[in-house]
């Protein structure tokens, strides 16, 4: 099944996917040739997207799923993923009266927010990715992945598996896949915590970081990470980050220190989660 997915252009799909290629984890998604694709799991039903420009205004979705009663929420999933229903216009006209974000957004006007397909695995990603280098963090998630990922029921080139469930991963000793004993009480902390409250990841709901705070190991870093790219809250922003820190002192000079950075999002409320977006992607492909 082919899908028309429409949006406002500009859109910057080579960000996009520059985004998504540094992070896939090997046997659940690729990124080649302009297209995206992965495994997915929807109600215990498997099968698998791809993604890739269609015409200006508009990306193609190429699903393979058995149950077509599960097509709106697939799609809606795939809109928020790729945030295709953000009003730039709105938030870069904001964003703008900031000289700095003013040319880095001339530079790259149709920069988006990379969401997640699936809450649970944003957060693993998120805590896996604490206190380490990204790459450093896909390889455990890859290892995650082989080790607990059910097996794709019609495998593709590159997508062999989906991404564990929240009860294998509640009952795992993921620590064995080498990393802290803390860490993989965290993950599984985190998994049973959905098992408890289903609704725990669900975008737009009311008290979303408060909820993700309470919950062991998760700090303000991983709470706001998770809220702007699964919760979709559009100021969610990662105090503190290192990327963001690098990006201010490469751009105006530094020192830079995370109540300097704290203080300047001040400005860029209530679209920070964009502007984040913005001066991460001013790192990664500097003009």
């Known amino acids: 099944m082919k899908v028309l ?81 953000a009003d730039l216009a709105t938030i870069h006209r904001h964003l703008a009266v900031d000289p700095l974000m003013a040319r880095l957004i001339a530079q790259h006007p149709g920069l988006r927010v990379p969401g997640a397909w699936d809450g649970l695995e944003l957060a693993i990603r998120a805590v896996l990715g604490q206190q380490i280098t990204v790459m450093a963090a896909i390889r455990l998630a890859g290892k995650l992945v082989a080790q607990y990922g ?86 969610g922003f990662p105090n503190g980050d290192v990327g963001l820190i690098n990006a201010l002192v490469a751009l105006e000079g530094g020192p830079v220190t995370a109540r300097q950075l704290l203080l300047r999002g001040e400005a860029w409320r209530p679209y920070r989660g964009y502007a984040a977006q913005v001066l991460w992607t001013s790192l990664s492909r500097p003009d």
């Open 150 to 235: 059910a097996p794709l029921d019609k495998p593709l080139p590159g997508l062999s598996h989906v991404f564990p469930m929240a009860d294998v991963l509640a009952g795992a000793d993921l620590a064995a896949l080498g990393m802290p004993k803390s860490r993989g009480r965290t993950l599984s902390g985190v998994a049973q915590a959905l098992l408890n409250d289903p609704r725990l990841f669900e975008p737009g709901r009311e008290g979303g970081v408060a909820r993700l705070l309470a919950l062991h190991g998760i700090g303000d870093w991983t709470a706001q990470y998770i809220a702007l790219r699964q919760l979709r809250e559009m100021d």
């Open 5 to 85: 997915l429409g949006y406002q252009p500009p859109y910057d799909w080579p960000a996009m996917l520059d985004f998504l290629s540094a992070r896939a984890i090997a046997g659940l998604e690729t990124v080649a040739d302009g297209v995206y694709s992965r495994g997915i799991e929807l109600n215990g039903t498997h099968g698998t997207f791809s993604i890739r420009p269609a015409t200006s205004d508009a990306l193609e979705l190429t699903l393979e799923f058995p149950d077509p009663n599960a097509v709106p929420e697939i799609v809606a999933r795939v809109r928020r993923m790729f945030d295709l229903d």
